[in-house]
């Protein structure tokens, strides 16, 4: 999880690059859009940890064990991560 410090950064960063390239006109001040922007990340970092914690498990469910790590680990953390994308509709393709 990134630090308060850090997401805050990170939104004056986005909000700097969306105006200076004019992809956004502001109809609120920039401090309310930079609210909004660290809600957007901070939902964004909870939800990628649940699919973590939701991944692990499935593996760790497993019957014999899976080295983390391990080809085999990281081959079924990325499907298993990509179905849990899927199902709450996060998938970037």
């Known amino acids: 999880m ?3 410090e850090k997401v805050t950064h990170l939104s004056h960063l986005l909000m700097r690059g969306l105006l200076a390239k004019k ?7 920039e401090a309310a859009a930079r609210k909004v922007i660290k809600r957007v ?3 964004e ?6 699919i973590d914690a ?3 498990k499935k593996i760790e469910s497993y019957s014999r064990k899976i080295i983390e790590g391990g080809p085999e680990w990281e081959i079924l953390y990325r499907k298993f991560y990509q179905e849990e994308e899927n199902k709450r509709g996060r ?3």
């Open 2 to 4: 990134l630090s308060d």
């Open 23 to 29: 992809l956004v006109a502001l109809k609120a001040d």
């Open 41 to 43: 990340i901070a939902a």
């Open 45 to 50: 970092l909870k939800a990628g940890e649940q």
């Open 54 to 56: 939701a991944v692990r």
């Open 91 to 93: 998938s970037k393709s």
